[in-house]
Structures are given as C-alpha cells and as structure tokens.
C-alpha cells in the first residue's frame, strides 16, 4: 500500500536560514509526487510537482527514487513561507488518488 | 475560469443525524474527489467520481456515499454521524490524466455533539 510520511511536525527557521522538509514515501511503481501548501485561512493549493520539475517561490523538491525521498527545499526562507506543507503522491498504483502525508507547519521567525 | 466551491463552510449535527456537503467542480474539470481532514492531520481520500461514476474509494465505511451530476458537481452524503466524523471536508477538481493538478476547495467545518 501507499504511504507518505513527513517526519517532522513542526520547523522553525529565521528569516533567511535555508528550510527542508523531509518526505518519504512507499509505493508500487514509478508514482507522482506532490507538494501542496495551505497558508493561514485559505485552501490548499499545489505548489510544485515532480514531473514539472520548476521551482515555486524559490522551492525545489528533487525525486530520489533509491531513498524513496522528495525532500522540499528553500534556500533562504521568509517570513511569507510560514504555512502548512503537505506532501503527497499519486499513481496507477494509488488508484489515481492523492495520498497525504501528514504535514509540516513551518514557522518562519523574523 | 470559477475554482472549487464548497457549501455550507460550518455545520452543526447531532450524532446519528445525516448530512449532505455540496461540492461544485472547477469549470472544465470532470473529476472529483472527497477528502477528510481531521484536526491535525493530513487529508485522507474519502472516494473520487469521474463522469458520475464512483472509480476509486479509500477506507471509509458505507455510511460515507456521494454522487457526481451531469454538470460534474458532487455531493458527499454522511449516515448515522459518529463523533469521530467531525472533521474538515475537502473537495477537490481535476481533468484527469497523468497531470494531476487538483485544485482544492475551501472545505466544510463538521462538527458532530
């Protein structure tokens, strides 16, 4: 079965320090996979996928399919990037369903 | 190009009570899938209807059913409402293929006394 898991609940960086949220995932095949992010008080939204490989607000997210990882990466947070991040997946395999992870809030502190 | 709109945002019910939540697809997208959020954690898939039809459900007992519209809007129906259900609602839209760019609602606030 598949399975998302982001080990970390909670990141606090400074402003400016790099960020990483951490992303594993266990599936069949070759999935798709997903970051979203939900800002205070609005819905959630995609922000970059894997086959798209373009970076979103300064997030890149590389696709290492030895690790089974998809770590999300930003090299100089800010203030604005303190919101919910969610990594998911999807597939054949998934049944073309979006599987969550559980979710990093990251709380960029001035 | 209208997004993805849920209704009601907030709902109160009784447990054993039934609910109904209504979910109009983004324009142009044909399918549609339910999610539930509980406090805390990620969204988990509820089920997903293309073209009316149910392909695809998770782990959710019977009590969860849903219906897709001709105009691709949906409904998401909740029987005999436990506690454990309440929950936010999301729907979601996409026009399907290997570019699975769903585009996510506001969601409904359940909340089951």
């Known amino acids: 079965a598949q399975r998302v898991t982001q080990p970390e609940k909670l990141l606090s960086v400074f402003k400016g320090a790099p960020v990483e949220l951490k992303c594993n995932y266990s599936y069949s095949g070759s999935p798709e996979l997903f970051w979203y992010v939900q800002y205070s008080r609005q819905r959630l939204q995609l922000l970059l996928r894997?086959?798209s490989r373009e970076s979103i607000k300064g997030f890149t997210a590389d696709l290492n399919k030895g690790e089974t990882s998809f770590h999300l990466k930003k090299p100089f947070a800010q203030e604005e990037d303190s919101a919910m991040y969610y990594c998911a997946l999807s597939g054949p395999a998934a049944g073309n369903k979006l599987t969550f992870g559980g979710g990093t809030r990251v709380l960029v502190k001035p | 190009e209208t997004g993805v709109t849920q209704s009601p945002t907030h709902l109160i019910k009784t447990r054993g009570q039934q609910v109904t939540l209504r979910c109009s697809s983004q324009s142009g997208h044909n399918t549609v899938s339910w999610y539930q959020q509980a406090l805390g954690q990620g969204p988990q898939f509820i089920f997903q209807?293309?073209?009316?039809?149910?392909?695809g459900r998770g782990n959710f007992p019977p009590r969860f059913s849903g219906l897709q519209f001709p105009n691709y809007s949906s409904e998401l129906n909740v029987n005999a409402l436990e506690l454990d259900d309440s929950a936010l609602y999301l729907c979601a839209s996409t026009r399907g293929g290997r570019d699975y760019g769903y585009t996510f609602g506001s969601g409904t606030r359940l909340t089951v006394v």
């Open positions: 209807y293309y073209r009316e039809e149910e392909n």
């Open positions: 894997h086959i």
